[in-house]
């Protein structure tokens, strides 16, 4: 839901990769990512081709799971704002391959006539983003010292596409820079490299209404999948959850060990008295109501994501003063 960009970025290229490994292998040719035939016979077309398509389907795999992971952006911050930043990152990753395969050769000697095929480029420029923006939430310890969390499995789907070809580190490193200087506003690329709004109306008239989903209901109980992919994924989803609620009840000890008991009845009296019997019998004074504060866009979205309520996630973020966790605990609570 709210991400048919990520939703076309996962069927179309994965079809077609599958179709050229099976069907029509004679037409792979043209979707090889050759810097040789760039360079020198000027064949620019291949820039798009072999930028687009994978060609092995170890990476096709990979680069969907991490696509289907990264889709909260998409979520968070428009389907325009999400594509221009694939669009950015995409352009200028496409320049810094060509600066690293001629750095490569110039310092070490390695000529380098191909690179491997596929959206591998904006894929890892997307990992910026996802270190620097996502909540890091502990899950286990693994002999007492390794910590795994809630983005372990995805470092460890970036690292398997990393090992998956003998020159796929150009294509990440120069995806890691390219979103470095996207998400930094390097040289005010984000301006520059960006999709206009004619485009972006014309492509949500089109192909939106393709690969939108409807929006799920609260009222409808949802069963478990019918595959095992997608129980996994609901059962994690399900310990995403759990693990919110543990690290809040975590914070809370830690504050009554401080003395900062969280009074639940200042902070939430709209909330509160919501699920009260008697609350049309009861009308709170002024100087109970506390004052309404602005609320952050990005932690309403993160309270979205998790299942509440927009109403809900705006008024819990007002009563707790845009305290995430306070706001995440009382809603996981009522």
Same mark, same amino acid.
């Given at each position: 839901?709210?991400?048919?960009?990520?939703? @076309?970025? *996962? %069927?179309?290229?994965?079809?077609? $990769?599958? /179709?050229?490994? &099976? #069907?029509?292998?004679?037409?792979?040719?043209?979707?090889?990512?050759?810097?040789?035939?760039?360079?020198?016979?000027?064949?620019?077309?291949?820039?798009?081709?072999?930028?687009?398509?994978?060609?092995?389907?170890?990476?096709?795999?990979?680069?969907?799971?991490?696509?289907?992971?990264?889709?909260?952006?998409?979520?968070?911050?428009?389907?325009?704002?999400?594509? @221009?930043? *694939? %669009?950015?990152?995409?352009?200028? $990753?496409? /320049?810094?391959? &060509? #600066?690293?395969?001629?750095?490569?050769?110039?310092?070490?000697?390695?000529?380098?006539?191909?690179?491997?095929?596929?959206?591998?480029?904006?894929?890892?420029?997307l990992f910026v983003p996802f270190y620097s923006s996502i909540p890091r939430v502990q899950v286990t310890q693994v002999l007492g010292h390794f910590s795994i969390t809630n983005k372990t499995l995805v470092y460890i789907l970036g690292l398997q596409l990393l090992t998956s070809g003998s020159y796929i580190w150009i294509l990440a490193l120069s995806g890691l820079v390219s979103g470095i200087c996207y998400n930094n506003s390097i040289l005010k690329v984000h301006r520059i490299l960006c999709v206009p709004s004619w485009v972006a109306k014309i492509f949500s008239w089109t192909l939106e209404p393709i690969f939108s989903s409807a929006e799920p209901t609260n009222e409808v109980r949802v069963g478990m999948g019918a595959t095992v992919d997608i129980q996994r994924q609901q059962r994690m989803e399900l310990l995403d959850r759990q693990i919110m609620m543990s690290q809040v009840a975590q914070m809370r000890r830690q504050r009554q060990q401080q003395g900062g008991m969280i009074n639940w009845n200042r902070l939430f009296p709209p909330l509160r008295h919501r699920h009260n019997a008697n609350y049309q019998d009861h009308h709170p004074s002024e100087q109970d109501t506390p004052p309404p504060t602005e609320v952050s866009e990005e932690q309403v979205a993160r309270l979205m994501e998790m299942g509440f309520s927009r109403g809900d996630a705006l008024e819990a973020l007002r009563a707790s003063n845009n305290d995430l966790n306070v706001a995440t605990n009382f809603l996981l609570q009522h």
């Open positions: 839901d709210k991400a048919p960009l990520s939703k @076309s970025l *996962l %069927l179309v290229p994965s079809a077609i $990769s599958i /179709l050229l490994t &099976l #069907l029509f292998q004679h037409y792979q040719k043209f979707f090889a990512y050759n810097l040789q035939a760039i360079k020198e016979d000027f064949q620019i077309w291949r820039l798009v081709c072999g930028r687009t398509i994978c060609l092995d389907l170890k990476d096709t795999f990979c680069s969907s799971l991490l696509i289907y992971n990264f889709r909260i952006f998409e979520r968070r911050y428009g389907s325009r704002k999400f594509s @221009s930043f *694939l %669009l950015g990152a995409w352009m200028l $990753s496409a /320049l810094f391959d &060509l #600066l690293l395969v001629e750095i490569a050769e110039y310092i070490f000697g390695i000529t380098i006539n191909s690179l491997p095929s596929g959206f591998l480029g904006p894929v890892f420029a």
